[in-house]
């Protein structure tokens, strides 16, 4: 089982990325898939959730208005697209996935048993 995250990259304030992380070898369209970021020298933080179905959903309030998560279940991939971006969220992206114990997006780290690689964000002032 593996979940790959793509996307990451230089840009400058206010700009724009979006993230795509790829599940292979098993599907996760029934389960909760989340992202998660670690700056340098800091802890893992929640970004966002989402549930199997994309209607419930859950952000960071660092996040809120400015980053969204979404994901298409026959591409077995979920994304993140993150706008008006600030130097602070300059980190690591890991995208996650629930195993199948919760039902509703979380921001537990814990709750999360597959994770991928993580993608690099730089995001220049």
Known sequence: VQLQASGGGLVQAGGSLRLSCTASGRTFSSNVMGWFRQATGKSREFVAAINWSGDRL???????????????????????????????????YYCAANGGSIYLPAPDQYDYEYWGQGTQVTVSS
Not at 61 to 89: C, H, W
């Open 58 to 92: 859950r952000y960071a309030d660092s996040v809120k208005g400015r980053f969204t998560i979404s994901r298409d279940s026959a591409k077995n991939t979920l994304y993140l697209q993150m706008n008006s971006l600030k130097p602070e969220d300059t980190a690591v």
